[in-house]
């Protein structure tokens, strides 16, 4: 049996997700079918809204459950009006600070996602650019100027992991995929060695990536569980010889795997 899960916000819906997944992780035998309603910023939009909720909640097996970020009090009103087991994630948490502050909050719409310090906005968006110019060993002219290099086998997460982290926290990412060469010398790349403090390894489990390179290059020689398992080992021994922090990608979410580099490495938020 699914149970249907409504994410309703003023502005993206990211925060409402965000949250609301966080607490559905906590049931793991249980499926949920998901659907974000966002921008719902009139009353129209919102009784539209309780519509397609009640709709859910008369023709669903399961339950329905409602996570809302709705700032204004009239719009908020009308959402929790509907069936189903509603949670108004916001007013849960602004009132206690409130209190505790002795100050009443903004109740502005949009502030989580939206463009407030247009430094840190820029900053950000140069940290992806950055990034995606030095992705996959391109831009080692640039190295200078990277946070962190990431590095491993092809296919272990390097890209995706430096994407989040720039994107995410404004860090200048580079990522560089060891060939075969320089996993048969055994040792750190020459053109590596000058970073040797910004470098960062990460692997994963030889099944894992054969899984992964399979769908990418299907029955090839590149995708053999016998060569993935000598190349992530040939990579391990060089991240242990060169004494080089890593970590294991295989069972992590993307945020597990960038927060784990963030504590590791000692990097803060750009």
């Known amino acids: 049996m ?48 309780v519509t397609t909720i009640n709709h859910a ?4 097996e399961g339950q329905v459950f409602i996570f809302a970020t709705i700032i204004d009090k009239d719009i908020q009103a009308i959402i929790s009006q509907c069936k189903g087991v509603f949670m108004d994630i916001f007013n849960t948490f602004i009132q206690p600070i409130e209190e505790a502050l002795k100050v009443t909050s903004s109740h502005s719409i949009g502030l989580t996602h939206g463009v407030q310090n247009y430094d840190q906005y820029h900053h950000r968006i140069d940290a992806v650019n950055y990034t995606l110019s030095c992705d996959d060993g391109l831009g080692i002219q640039n190295y200078d100027e990277a946070d962190i290099i990431l590095v491993g086998v092809s296919r272990c997460g390097k890209t995706p992991t430096s994407l ?12 560089y995929p060891f060939n075969e060469e320089e996993l048969d010398k055994g040792s750190l790349p020459d053109i590596l ?28 020689r590149y995708a053999k569980l016998k060569q993935c398992s000598h190349e992530l080992q040939a990579a391990e021994e060089i991240f242990v010889r060169e004494r080089l922090p890593y970590i294991d990608t295989s069972n992590r979410s993307i945020e ?6 963030m504590i590791q490495a000692g990097l803060k938020q750009g």
């Open 57 to 60: 909640c008369d023709t669903s």
């Open 2 to 49: 699914k149970h249907q899960v409504f994410f309703v916000s003023d502005s993206t819906g990211i925060t409402a997700a965000t949250l609301g997944n966080s607490l559905l992780t906590q049931f793991k035998n249980i499926k949920f079918e998901k659907l974000t309603l966002p921008f719902i910023d009139t009353a129209a939009k919102a009784q539209e809204a």
């Open 193 to 220: 060695k000058p970073y040797r403090k910004k470098l960062f390894g990460l692997t994963i489990e030889p099944e894992r990536l054969h899984m992964v390179r399979n769908k990418r290059r299907p029955d090839s």
């Open 256 to 261: 597990e795997i960038g927060a784990t580099i």
């Open 164 to 175: 989040y982290l720039a994107l995410h926290f404004g860090l200048y990412v580079a990522n």
